[in-house]
């Protein structure tokens, strides 16, 4: 059975850090790419950042350039995603999913997601 599991959210003030972790299971990681995606309340879903499963690409969107940092452990089946110098707008319920490069679909797995609140 093919899990992911979100972790890491909560409440942090501007301009501090969280870091997510991704864990996986059921597969192996090195066989997918795996992208970050966040849908803030009454907007879109977005997608972040990704890692390529196997050479370790790194991709951002640029709202989140120089502040996020995706990262991957094979050996421990999870993508972490470091976030940096948090703003108010990256307030939002963070997924992370198997992607095609860089961000594309078919979605073929998703995790439950974790709330990120950034807020004074």
């Known amino acids: 059975q093919v899990q992911l599991v979100e972790s890491g959210g909560g409440l942090v003030q501007p301009g501090g850090s969280l870091r997510l972790s991704c864990a996986t299971s059921?597969?192996?990681?090195?066989?997918?790419?795996i992208g970050w995606f966040r849908q803030a309340p009454g907007k879109q879903r977005e997608g972040v950042s990704c890692?390529?499963?196997?050479?370790?690409?790194?991709y951002y969107v640029d709202s989140v350039k120089g502040r996020f940092t995706i990262s991957r452990d094979n050996a421990k089946n999870t993508v972490y995603l470091q976030m940096n110098s948090l703003k108010p707008e990256d307030t939002a319920v963070y997924y992370c999913?198997?992607?095609?490069?860089?961000?594309?679909?078919?979605?073929?797995?998703w995790g439950q997601g974790t709330q990120v609140t950034v807020s004074s």
């Open positions: 890692i390529s499963s196997s050479d370790g690409r790194t």
């Open positions: 059921g597969f192996i990681l090195d066989t997918y790419a």
């Open positions: 999913a198997t992607v095609h490069w860089p961000l594309l679909g078919p979605y073929d797995y």
